[in-house]
């Protein structure tokens, strides 16, 4: 069964740099035909994604947030981790990772179930 | 950069009702590479359609998608109760990587 879980901090404070992890299992991060994204989704609003990291290492950021975005992988613990600096009020959101594989062109068939941050003072 | 804009932004129907949701893109894209979700409140989304037209796993054929080049469109022929949630388009493009949502269209019960 392919899962994925997100996990971070629930609050963080303006300017801070929030940190949160992908545990993913099922699949593995090197395997070729496939990536995972993180999207995000402010209370009320629409899907925003966020960052993506190929099973090559080869990362790809919103143009919008690239400068406070940061993707990485550790293939060994099935882990991928964002990170996003200097975080506002109007980052809160629900943040979840997905996966995507070549077999639905880009799309993200599996995701995980999302964890929500609060970023206030 | 591509923008999807989706229309309308709530549909209200019935049950047993035909639903055609629209998603127009601001410059021409690969049909190969758009896909249709469900989101349902307090749920992460859930892959519909991928392609534009083939549906993904375990999704019923009363859904289906169409369209090339800017339109595409998801179709629910027969509207069941548990149709009723937001839905959203998004496009892959390859040169750079990047991933772009709609707005997203409310489909609620009239």
């Known amino acids: 069964q392919v899962t994925l879980k997100e996990s971070g901090p629930v609050l963080v404070k303006p300017t801070e740099t929030l940190t949160l992890t992908c545990t993913v299992s099922?699949?593995?991060?090197?395997?070729?035909?496939?990536?995972v994204s993180w999207i995000r989704q402010s209370p009320g609003k629409a899907l925003e994604w966020l960052a993506h990291?190929?099973?090559?290492?080869?990362?790809s950021s919103s143009t919008s947030l690239k400068s406070r975005l940061t993707i990485s992988k550790d293939t060994s613990k099935s882990q991928v981790v964002l990170t996003m600096t200097n975080m506002d009020p109007v980052d809160t959101a629900a943040y979840y990772c997905?996966?995507?594989?070549?077999?639905?062109?880009?799309?993200?068939?599996?995701w995980g179930q999302g964890t929500m941050v609060t970023v206030s003072s | 950069e591509i923008v999807l804009t989706q229309s309308p932004g709530t549909l209200s129907l019935s049950p047993g009702e035909r639903a055609t949701l629209s998603c127009r893109a601001s410059?021409?894209?690969?049909?190969?590479?758009l896909a249709w979700y469900q989101q349902k409140p307090g749920q992460a989304p859930r892959l519909l359609i991928y392609?534009?037209?083939s549906r993904a796993t375990g999704i019923p054929d009363r859904f289906s998608g169409s369209g090339s080049g800017t339109d595409f469109t998801l179709t629910i022929s027969r509207l069941e109760p548990e149709d009723f949630a937001v839905y959203y388009c998004?496009?892959?493009?390859?040169?750079?990587?990047?991933?772009?949502f709609g707005q997203g269209t409310r489909l609620e019960i009239k």
């Open positions: 990291i190929f099973a090559n290492d080869e990362k």
């Open positions: 998004q496009h892959y493009g390859s040169s750079p990587p990047a991933y772009t």
């Open positions: 410059q021409s894209v690969s049909s190969s590479y």
């Open positions: 997905a996966r995507t594989k070549t077999t639905v062109a880009g799309a993200f068939d599996i």
């Open positions: 099922g699949f593995s991060l090197s395997n070729a035909r496939m990536g």
């Open positions: 392609g534009a037209s």
